[in-house]
Structure formats: structure tokens, C-alpha cells
């Protein structure tokens, strides 16, 4: 990876990956929709309340799926000084905890009429409430100090320190009696979810996994960008 410390040589590569990218985000997310509303049965038991499932269950998946790419960016900037992990890790934050309130916030949407509650204190649903923190204090720390790099550091820290917080998602409803049913799509013996409503939801989390490379390339062209023109003025001052 440390061919592409160099920020021209990783804005090349990511300009020539973006419109594929923005392509496949489209055909994914219509494909998937497509199928989640209007092609996938209800479910016998919950009805049509079920096609929440394939924006919430996604958006989980999302939400750990980023934090652990920030805490390996964090390692690598911690260990090895690589030049862009800092910069991925500031990008990828607001993203990661926009997919970790859109879980929590659809979960309760479906938490309603399915538990009658919009929201009890699961240890599923408490271990991602605990994530959307994390994401949180991991921005607050990169803007807390008038050093950059201070701030870099601490985030990084708090990064590679909440990452515990991910196992106990996953294993949770394992774990713990909880609301929460158990593993339905990455289990032992395979899925467990009839195809006709697995095909969406991995269309749906495919698709979200192409908008965040869209939305982080965005972000980290920005910041480097930013960055640049931060220099150019203290040169210029200097």
C-alpha cells in the first residue's frame, strides 16, 4: 500500500475507479430496490415491515465494515507513518457514522411494530448506540486540538481502542438473551434467509459498499485538496 502514499499517484487511481464506482452505486441501489420493494415477498410473520430489513441490516453491515477500515488506516498511521491513512480515517468517519445512524434509526422504525418499542436497551442495539459514540468521539478528537497531528493521534488511539466494541455486535445476540434474532446470512451451514429476500439484501449492502468508495474518494480529494491550499498559504505567509 505504500505505492500509493504518494497523493498524486492515489488521486489517479481513484479518479480512473470513481465513475465505475458511481455506475455500479446506481445499477446496484436501483437493482436492489427494485427487487426489495416491489419483486421480494413479505415476510409471513412481519408482513410488508420486513422490507426495512434491507436498508437496516446493510447499514449495519456498513457501519462495522467502516470502523474497521478506520481502525487498519489508524494502525497504519500509527506504525508505519503512511501518509494517507490519516487522511482516510478523517474521511471515512462522517460516513460511517451516517450508516451507524441510519441502522439505529431504522431499527427502531422496525423495532415498533415488531417488539412493540421503538427502542429497548438489547445488547445488540446498546453495542451499536456504543459504535455511533465512537464515531463521534473519533471526530471530535481530530478537530480537538490546534496541533493536527495531536489530534490524528488521539483519534487513532480511540480508533484502534473501540474496535473491541465490533466482536461484541457480532456475537451479541450469541452471547446474550436478546431481542434480536440470531445470524441469518454469515452463519456456520450457510444462509439461512430464502433467496428471494437474500438477493436484495446482498444487492442493497453491494450497492452501499460502491456509495461509500463514491463518497470517501469525494472526501479524500477534498481533504487532500485542502490540505494543499493550507500549505500554499502558509508558504505564501511565511
Not at 187 to 210: E, V, Y
Request: hydrophobic letters at 55%; aromatic letters at 12%; proline letters at 6%.
Amino acid at each position: 500500500m505504500h505505492r500509493f502514499a504518494n497523493p498524486n499517484r492515489f488521486l489517479r487511481l481513484a479518479r480512473a475507479v470513481f465513475p465505475w464506482a458511481v455506475g455500479a452505486t446506481v445499477a446496484l441501489l436501483g437493482t436492489g430496490l427494485y427487487y426489495a420493494l416491489f419483486a421480494s415477498p413479505p415476510d409471513y410473520q412481519q408482513g410488508e415491515t420486513v422490507r426495512i430489513m434491507y436498508v437496516h441490516v446493510p447499514s449495519a453491515w456498513m457501519a462495522m465494515f467502516v470502523y474497521a477500515a478506520i481502525a487498519v488506516a489508524s494502525a497504519s498511521a500509527l506504525i508505519w507513518k503512511h501518509p494517507l491513512a490519516d487522511i482516510f480515517a478523517r474521511a471515512a468517519s462522517p460516513i460511517g457514522a451516517a450508516f451507524t445512524l441510519l441502522a439505529l434509526v431504522t431499527g427502531s422504525l422496525w423495532g415498533k411494530p415488531m417488539w412493540g418499542a421503538w427502542w429497548v436497551w438489547d445488547a445488540r442495539l446498546t453495542s451499536v448506540l456504543i459504535l455511533f459514540f465512537l464515531y463521534l468521539g473519533h471526530m471530535a478528537l481530530l478537530n480537538a486540538f490546534d496541533d493536527p497531528a495531536r489530534g490524528q493521534r488521539a483519534a487513532a488511539i480511540l480508533a484502534l481502542v473501540g474496535v473491541v466494541n465490533l466482536p461484541v455486535i457480532k456475537f451479541s445476540v450469541d452471547w446474550w438473551n436478546t431481542l434480536h434474532q440470531p445470524a441469518s446470512v454469515v452463519r456456520m451451514g450457510g444462509p439461512s434467509i430464502h433467496p428471494d429476500m437474500l438477493t436484495p439484501l446482498l444487492l442493497m449492502a453491494a450497492g452501499f459498499t460502491a456509495y461509500f468508495v463514491v463518497t470517501v474518494i469525494v472526501r479524500i480529494e477534498a481533504e487532500i485538496l485542502a490540505r494543499r491550499v493550507r500549505a500554499h498559504r502558509l508558504m505564501q505567509g511565511g
